[in-house]
């Protein structure tokens, strides 16, 4: 009974722990967004903006997801495991919360925080960030399970892959018919669906590649790009096969700009782009990731 | 018409990148004829043998050969390399036997029994007189050389040495005075074991594949 209650103490401190950390890192935000100050300040409501909520609560799921990978073992001393997972965790907050900025810069830099989600209550654009933020802790949590406890592979494998997340992140017009700008103005759902799609099938396909044995870093992000470099050319296969089995109006009449402003068919076009990219990333990683063809050495 | 030559665009430097720098790709030579086997051996003298032929593909098949190679002053050592079909398939009949031999600048492709460079070369041995025949003998440091080579209970005579020579003259590959050595050859029978040399089915049948499945899922 004793060694029971041991063990449900410790773990119940461990949650108290954890719960600490997410509070080091509600003000850790701040350090990166001085402009949402609002969110940490005790009058943020979350039923006044949703868009702010989905905003600000999608990067506290972000960091969730990291501090969910964040491995104990009682082979040393208690404070000394202690220690290593606060290291960890202040580490993976830092590099976290680095990457959102610098997707944030890249892909919505030229929208506002304080005009688009305070003012403008811009639920796509609060949208975006989700999948996005979503998306990067899903990475990061692959890179930490892959960086052998070495800040410097962390390091090297953050940098890389942050900057192909990146350019693959601005290759959305060349798969989609909404003008990404134009529709986060304009607030429209259906491409903040369409490209909820497009960020989510990336960062998963991202997920598998990391997944490769890291033995030697240089052959280990070798290895990575090519699997990326697969992954690109498999995806537009499938989406274009897609398009065949489920074609749409759209398909035939691309510069139909009505469509951009019709909020029903404009919504319809961004599920339909959003899943049919999303299963198109599934298939991919299906063909890149399951499908083991390598290494059979068989006598002649 | 653009995404298309975008996309082919993407395909080619797929296969110009994965064939330069993919980790499985680098490592493994690729040679086209013996001769270029002179590439991947770092010292001379010494003598390549064929010890398996292997093929890694669905499709397009690729072709790999395992040599050992045993050098006069180092350790031998393993190397596989890839090669072309008709490569593989001419010099299958000749595993076992050395199909390369470097000796300073000197290089011979023509099949021979493991080991012909090393006989009748005063570094390495002697003659040695028994019962009015001479033996070849390896001097106490080469004496794993016989091991090596995969000879066995083997021991070259001069006649056999003379045999080589007049081989090598002729240029016609020689598997030994008894058809020892090549893919027939009982000594290298016993040196390559036979699964090493089987070749594998290429098809299961299906016969087979649907008794397995009936054998392991309503065996009970």
Known sequence: MEEVLDIFLARFIFGLFICFIIYIYKYAHILFYPTGKRQVAKSFHVLSNSADTLHYLSRILGIVFILSQIQFDRFFSLSLNSLNILIISLSSIFFYLSSVWISDTVILGKYEYVDEILKKNNIAYALISLSKNVGIALIIQKIYLNSQNSIIIYLILWTFINFIFLVISKCYPFFSFFPFHKMVIKKNIGMALSYSGFITGNSLLFYYALNEPNIDVYSYLIRVSLKVFLCILFVPLFIWGIKILIPTKANQNQTDRTLYFDSERSLALGIYEGISYFSACILTSWIVYKINLSGVLTNY | ?220
């Open chain 2, 1 to 220: 018409m653009n995404k298309i030559a975008l996309y082919i665009s993407l395909l080619a430097s797929y296969f110009f990148v994965n064939k330069i720098v993919a980790p499985e790709n680098v490592g493994i030579k690729a040679i086209k004829t013996t001769k270029d086997l002179k590439d991947v051996i770092k010292s001379s003298p010494a003598s390549a043998i064929l010890i398996k032929t292997m093929v890694k593909g669905y499709l397009i098949k690729t072709y790999y050969q395992k040599y050992r190679v045993v050098y006069g002053f180092y350790e031998p050592e393993d190397i596989i390399v890839k090669t072309k079909k008709f490569l593989a398939e001419e010099s299958k009949k000749y595993i076992g036997m050395s199909l390369f031999r470097i000796q300073g600048e000197e290089i011979s492709t023509l099949p021979l029994p493991p080991g012909s460079l090393f006989i009748n070369n005063s570094q390495f041995g002697r003659w040695q007189f028994q019962d009015k025949i001479f033996y070849w003998k390896f001097y106490a440091n080469y004496s794993s050389f016989p091991s090596i080579l995969g000879w066995g209970n083997f021991v070259p005579t001069k006649e056999f040495s003379e045999k080589v020579n007049l081989h090598i003259t002729q240029n016609k590959p020689f598997t030994g005075e008894n058809k020892e050595f090549g893919e027939k050859g009982f000594i290298t029978e016993k040196f390559i074991p036979v699964i090493y040399r089987q070749r594998s089915p290429v098809f299961y049948k299906l016969k087979y594949l649907f008794n397995d499945y009936r054998k392991t899922n309503y065996q009970y």
